[in-house]
């Protein structure tokens, strides 16, 4: 059975910072391209950051330099740290693998 639980969401404010995390189980994690994802109330869910099986990173353009996405194919976990966070990074966060999706994490920045 295949489980992508992400953590690390919560409260905080403009300019501050948080660390997303996503422990996949049940699927060969070293192999697959990795994602974070973002839905905010109102909006569809949008592409935040992946990264593929050997590295290689994107970024939505809203979140070029302040976003880091990274992996630990030791863990089985994909990592999204989040600074000079804005209010308009408020959204659920969802990791993503293969076809399979997270439950999400909510991030809430206060101006």
């Known amino acids: 059975q295949v489980q992508l639980v992400e953590s690390g969401g919560g409260l905080v404010q403009a300019g501050g910072s948080l660390r997303l995390s996503c422990a996949a189980s049940?699927?060969?994690?070293?192999?697959?391209?990795m994602g974070w994802y973002r839905q905010a109330p109102g909006k569809q869910r949008e592409l935040v950051a992946i990264?593929?099986?050997?590295?290689?990173?994107n970024y939505a353009d809203s979140v070029k330099g302040r976003f880091t996405i990274s992996r630990d194919n030791a863990k089985n976990t994909v990592y999204l740290q989040m600074n000079s966070l804005k209010p308009e990074d408020t959204a659920v966060y969802y990791c993503s693998g293969g076809i399979y999706w997270g439950q999400g994490t909510q991030v809430t920045v206060s101006s």
């Open positions: 990264i593929t099986s050997i590295g290689t990173t």
């Open positions: 049940g699927i060969i994690f070293r192999i697959n391209t």
